[in-house]
Nanobody, 120 residues
Framework: QVQLTESGGGLVQGGGSLRLSCAAS????????MGWFRQAPGKERECVAS???????VYADSVKGRFTISRDNTKNTVYLQMNSLKPEETAVYYC??????????????WGQGTQVTVSS
């Protein structure tokens, strides 16, 4: 069992940056592939970035070059650095964990989500 707690969301102007964090409970965090998803109102949830237990990363085309996913297995934490944010990226961002491959990530566990609002 893994519990995931996101933090770092908020309101930012277009072109700005935010860093999301996701703290995981449990002693087996390093075994999990991790990912960040987002869901905007009226849209399907989509994976924006994932990272394997060894640190290999995959990004959605829409965020390549602007978002960076990373993990610190000593702190049981995964991060999402988001730069050059766009208003259309306003969404609830979710952290997810999977014992399967990092791509495509099929989560076994979800966080509660954190709201990111990008103003124009």
């Amino acid at each position: 069992q893994v519990q995931l707690t996101e933090s770092g969301g908020g309101l930012v102007q277009g072109g700005g940056s935010l860093r999301l964090s996701c703290a995981a409970s449990g002693r087996t965090f390093s075994r999990y592939a991790m990912g960040w998803f987002r869901q905007a109102p009226g849209k399907e949830r989509e994976c924006v970035a994932s990272i394997s237990w060894s640190g290999s990363t995959v990004y959605a085309d829409s965020v390549k070059g602007r978002f960076t996913i990373s993990r610190d297995n000593t702190k049981n934490t995964v991060y999402l650095q988001m730069n050059s944010l766009k208003p259309e990226e306003t969404a609830v961002y979710y952290c997810a964990a999977s014992l399967g491959p990092s791509y495509p990530l099929k989560p076994d566990y979800w966080g509660q989500g954190t709201q990111v609002t990008v103003s124009s």
